[in-house]
């Protein structure tokens, strides 16, 4: 099959990046990515590459060369569809807040508006890739819901996840460990296949494209991250007996992570992970398992997300206690709300929770984020219902300029690993602080001799010492 034109549905932290490198690696295919939300295509269309809707290292200088080329933004959905052989699904997959499986399910109504929409839309037989990540067996739904609704034209589906980390999804792209692609082994199946593994081959050598079978392919891409998650988990939980114990946890990681069975990544301990995969894919386990009646399974891994909450809930303890159990009407200064460095995603960032938890106890906080717009830090707040929108506004006051952030401020707190922290001037920000001043280091990116020289009192998660 003759492949010249994509799209993709779903403009986001997915789509928006993946496409751009496709097109760039690409450039005798066109690549189309639609999306219903007007404004983030005008993003994504913006001539100023500064504004668009995804921060990623690198992604500005791609969607630059590609843009106007064989990369094309745009809200006509049908029309992108009607003229493309393959239709990626690159559209959000919530948990479910509601009915069945809330908290805990994927809630996977946008996937099926897709997949009638493509049904009812396509006049020619089209292969279907599902990006985004999904429970196991959603093809089969995706299949069945395109097979029985539209014009009877065939479609194939594929199961290709991302492996993509947001803040190095250009190199994760360009560069990737593997490229996983599941489909069905009929003679159209394989066609299906070899047409996906030639796009890719275009830039990722043959080798690191593996094929399988879909739902193989889609319970992959759950066990990656339920893997990555563990270990994260796994570190944040023996932090917890560093802090009691006086060791330090940056020692035990290296220490273990010269076992090459164990190898040095996903080690770092931190005020828990973030983001929009690993909790809801494990969740998404925890379900499958249950609906199964593995409850045995279910409970392993959902530990996994309990010690996460519990290690951003001890953090928040952390400051209350050690700023002699009170923080109310005292200004505590977060640096970083990002999930994790070098991206504008907040989703799950551990920051929400933390800051939820303080304002309860009637803080005042202060936050500074290099990447992160405060319409952001008061929707992430506000979608949790805990206080009103207008009392949030008063207790919490997002700043432009750090140092500002952290005048007459009892304490900092870090909360995203971003490099400009480490080279600030600690002794000014000493100088304009509250005394005693407190540095509760999240995420262990500062130096302890250098800040107690200063003055300050610091605390670094995973270290009693
Ligand atoms: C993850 C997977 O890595 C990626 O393959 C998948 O496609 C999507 O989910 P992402 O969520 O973008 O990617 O970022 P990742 O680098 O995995 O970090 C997730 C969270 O774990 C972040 O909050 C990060 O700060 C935290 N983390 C990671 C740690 O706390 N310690 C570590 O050692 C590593
Ligand atoms: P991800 O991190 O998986 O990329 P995002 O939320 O960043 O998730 O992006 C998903 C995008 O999909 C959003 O911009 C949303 O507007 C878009 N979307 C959801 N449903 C549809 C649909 N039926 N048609 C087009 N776009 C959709």
Redesign the pocket.
Known sequence: MKIKNICC????????PTMAVIAQKCPHINVTV????ED?IAAWNDENLDNLP?FEPGLDSIVKEARGRNLFFSTE?DKAIDNSEIIFI????PTKTYGKGKGMAADLK?IE??AR?IARVSKQDKIVVEK??LPVRTAAAIKSILNNTGHHVHFEILSNPEFLAEGTAVNDLLMPDRVLIGGESTPKGKEALKALTDIYANWVPREKILTTNVWSSELSKLTANAFLAQRVSSINAMSEICEKTGADINEVAKAIGMDSRIGPKFLKASVGFGG?CFQKDILNLVYIAKSYGLDEVADYWEQVILINEHQKQRFSDLIVSTLYNTVSGKKITFLGWAFKKDTN?T?ESAAIKVADSLLSEQAKISVYDPKVVAKQIYSDLDYLKTRSSEENRNLLQVHKDPYEACNQSHSVAILTEWDEFVSYDWQRIYDNMQKPAFVFDGRGILNKTELERIGFVYYKIGSGA
């Open positions: 549905i779903g403009a986001g932290y997915v789509g928006g639609v999306d219903i939300n983030r995804v959905v690159s559209v959000n997959t946008y508006l897709c929409q985004s990540t929009s995603d989703r």
